[in-house]
């Protein structure tokens, strides 16, 4: 896989289901645009057609009695319409007929029971921002002449969205079949943000989830209420045991939701699935799935409602399986959940329409593929990944070592063709808690079709291993994680095909970190690195990350002095190696001082080093960043890596 070859990067979305009927919307790199571009395929024996044909269509919603899709819009670069707008077409086909125009978007349509109605969040700006004029100006301030944002609290703003408390998500609900729907009114106020809306079965209310009590005050817990659809207070229906994420409510009236236990932070908390009865006084929830051994993964969405069972995407030694979850039981371990795909796989999202069940499943040779599970059997539809696989899939092979505490460790070796011995990357993935995967990762494909052996490693403190693997590290970073990380390279460098003389290292994020603490501390193993959106220096993390101000602690422990000790920056006289600092101005997760401080140091010390900026992009850059900027860094990467692994011996 050459860089450029991001455009065949096809990535299907959440599948939506209704009889015959499957649509998926499908994402593309386009180069030549720098966006990305998406539309919506109607999926069947045959394969996957188009069914619509704009720049950027999104999130189907089949209506519950079949006859309408609601979907999202996008068009140009500029103005309202080029944020997602809520548009309604005949699900037989036909013409769409665009229902909103918000300044900024809408998102999540979710139909109600009459088939009429829809709910979906928008975002609502304050006057004088975000584009929006302020009371009789005909005209909206530029964003560098906007009013000065008054913050009183930590939780204001968020990596790759922005500020927060000026631009609320709120609940709309809107009759998309009316002649003239009118202009949306919002439902909710603008003290708090809603997310996840779904409605009750009478269709008289809509179930959200928001921040405990409200949102009165910075809380790590969220609780689920209901909000009359005619207007009116918002209810307190589901207290939560920590927080909740993608309810759902069967016909009985169950609230079922994915969430995580906890009494003071969730980080590296396994998520579960919960049931709690909706109606009446809030009840106390039971949670479903067993705490150590199963973690629900939330960026798969909701559970899917399939008989007496819940089906749930489960994070596995790697994998994310769909497990279904049995409704009548209490806290099973992950050997009781029956599996139903994504073994040496990854499931990213599914629907259902009675048995029959559609599923996207990423492999290692493709970015996802829409699949039909029956009870007669499954069947993979479509061939996305086809222009892909045609150009050259390296395979992932399964790698193990142990820790020299005997810890088993788990990850994967992906190889460049011809035997060898070949250079080694060592790749940190960020996180910590967040795991590689059974799926394609561009980035190794990349880097084994330009000759490189690729090592890539889940050591403690990574997701998919049990909570109390990720839990692992907290006040321990920098210890026992790399140890894993140095035992299962050494299980690498083990193979005939492998050139230990001649190994790089790498990561991002938590991955950065990692490469400027296994720099200053195992520096004489590797011949350079590049560390990219890292964490350098926790003492500052702490104030100008958009979660520093409890991730720090959570990690690392408040005392200023061990925050200093554990940080790379503090150890960067030792780092002698050639070394790469790359980082987003408009990262908002690790924010930019923390690579201008580590390239200073650096540079002071004598050591041979440089900085690589991009302008606009945030923390997420190598994931959805503008494409043509993924292909640059790729081409800085493989420049970097020619220049200090080419040559044999040390």
């Given at each position: 896989m050459r860089p450029t070859?991001?455009?065949?990067?096809a990535t299907p979305g959440r599948p939506a289901l209704r009889g015959d009927l499957l649509l998926v919307a499908?994402?593309?790199?386009?180069?030549?645009?720098?966006?990305?571009?998406?539309s919506l395929y109607r999926v069947g024996p045959d394969g996957a057609t188009p069914w619509t044909h704009g720049e950027r269509d999104s999130a189907p919603a089949i209506s519950p009695d079949g006859r309408w899709v609601a979907f999202l819009r996008a068009t140009g670069k500029s103005g309202p319409l080029s944020r997602p707008q809520l548009h309604v077409m005949p699900a037989a086909g036909g013409e769409s007929r665009r229902i909103t125009e918000l300044p900024l978007g809408v998102e999540e349509p979710a139909w109600a029971p009459d088939s009429r109605r829809i709910a979906f969040l928008a975002r609502v700006p304050e006057p004088g921002r975000y584009g929006l004029p302020e009371g009789d100006e005909a005209e909206a301030p530029a964003a560098e002449a906007e009013a000065p944002r008054r913050i009183t609290r930590f939780d204001y703003r968020l990596d790759d969205v922005?500020?927060?408390?000026?631009?609320?998500?709120?609940?709309?609900?809107?009759?998309?079949?009316?002649?003239?729907?009118?202009?949306?009114?919002?439902?909710?106020?603008?003290?708090?943000?809603?997310?996840?809306?779904?409605?009750?079965?009478?269709?008289?209310?809509?179930?959200?989830?928001?921040?405990?009590?409200?949102?009165?005050?910075e809380t790590h817990h969220s609780d689920l209420y209901t909000v009359?659809?005619?207007?009116?207070?918002?209810?307190?229906?589901?207290?939560?045991?920590?927080?909740?994420?993608?309810?759902?409510?069967?016909?009985?009236?169950?609230?079922?939701?994915?969430?995580?236990?906890?009494?003071?932070?969730?980080?590296?908390?396994?998520?579960?699935?919960?049931?709690?009865?909706?109606?009446?006084?809030?009840?106390?929830?039971?949670?479903?799935?067993?705490?150590?051994?199963?973690?629900?993964?939330?960026?798969?969405?909701?559970?899917?409602?399939?008989?007496?069972?819940?089906?749930?995407?489960?994070?596995?030694?790697?994998?994310?399986e769909l497990r279904a979850v049995p409704l009548t039981g209490e806290r099973l371990p992950l050997a009781?959940?029956?599996?139903?795909?994504?073994?040496?796989?990854?499931?990213?999202?599914?629907?259902?329409?009675?048995?029959?069940?559609?599923?996207?499943?990423?492999?290692?040779?493709?970015?996802?593929?829409?699949?039909?599970?029956?009870?007669?059997?499954s069947r993979t539809l479509t061939d996305f990944s086809g222009p892909l696989r045609a150009e050259g899939v390296r395979?992932?092979?399964?790698?193990?070592?142990?820790?020299?505490?005997?810890?088993?460790?788990?990850?994967?070796?992906?190889?460049?063709?011809?035997?060898?011995?070949?250079?080694?990357?060592?790749?940190?993935?960020?996180?910590?808690?967040?795991?590689?995967?059974?799926?394609?990762?561009?980035?190794?494909?990349?880097?084994?079709?330009?000759?490189?052996?690729?090592?890539?490693?889940?050591?403690?403190?990574?997701?998919?291993?049990?909570?109390?693997?990720?839990?692992t590290v907290l006040g321990r970073l920098g210890t026992v994680d790399a140890d894993d990380i140095l035992a299962l390279l050494d299980a690498a460098l083990e193979r005939a095909d492998t050139d230990e003389s001649r190994v790089g290292l790498m990561g991002g994020s938590y991955g950065g970190f990692m490469t400027g603490w296994l720099a200053a501390h195992h520096g004489e193993r590797f011949r350079a690195a590049w560390s990219e959106r890292a964490v350098n220096a926790w003492d500052s993390f702490t104030g100008s990350s958009d979660i520093g101000w409890f991730f720090t602690g959570v990690y690392v422990g408040d005392d200023p002095e061990e925050q200093r000790r554990r940080s790379p920056l503090t150890h960067a006289g030792r780092i002698r190696i050639p070394f790469a600092v790359v980082?987003?101005?408009?990262?908002?997760?690790?924010?930019?001082?923390?690579?201008q401080r580590m390239f200073v140091a650096l540079k002071r010390n004598g050591t041979e080093t440089e900085l690589l900026l991009f302008p606009g992009e945030g923390h997420e850059l190598s994931r959805t960043g503008r494409p043509r900027h993924r292909v640059h860094r790729f081409e800085a990467v493989l420049d970097w890596w020619a220049r200090h692994l080419s040559a044999p011996g040390s």
């Open positions: 070859d991001i455009a065949l990067l499908v994402s593309r790199p386009d180069l030549a645009a720098d966006s990305y571009r998406s922005g500020f927060l408390r000026d631009r609320p998500k709120r609940l709309f609900v809107l009759d998309v079949l009316a002649d003239e729907p009118g202009e949306p009114e919002p439902l909710t106020g603008g003290a708090t943000g809603v997310s996840d809306p779904v409605w009750a079965p009478d269709g008289e209310s809509v179930l959200v989830v928001a921040p405990r009590d409200w949102d009165r005050t009359p659809a005619a207007g009116g207070d918002p209810v307190l229906a589901v207290r939560t045991e920590g927080n909740a994420a993608h309810p759902v409510v069967t016909g009985d009236g169950t609230v079922l939701y994915l969430g995580a236990e906890f009494t003071d932070s969730p980080v590296a908390r396994n998520t579960g699935l919960w049931a709690a009865p909706l109606g009446g006084e809030p009840a106390a929830p039971r949670r479903l799935t067993d705490t150590e051994s199963v973690d629900c993964a939330v960026s798969a969405g909701r559970p899917v409602v399939s008989g007496e069972r819940a089906l749930v995407v489960v994070r596995h030694r790697g994998a994310a009781g959940l029956d599996l139903l795909a994504g073994e040496r796989a990854a499931v990213r999202a599914a629907d259902a329409d009675g048995d029959t069940v559609a599923v996207v499943v990423a492999g290692p040779a493709d970015a996802g593929e829409v699949a039909l599970l029956s009870p007669e059997g395979p992932a092979e399964e790698l193990t070592a142990s820790a020299p505490d005997g810890y088993p460790v788990h990850g994967w070796i992906v190889l460049p063709e011809g035997e060898g011995p070949h250079p080694v990357l060592l790749v940190v993935h960020g996180g910590p808690f967040a795991p590689y995967e059974w799926s394609l990762f561009d980035e190794a494909q990349v880097y084994a079709s330009a000759g490189y052996a690729v090592v890539l490693p889940n050591p403690r403190g990574s997701a998919s291993y049990g909570e109390e693997h990720g839990r980082h987003s101005e408009h990262d908002w997760r690790c924010p930019v001082e923390q690579a």
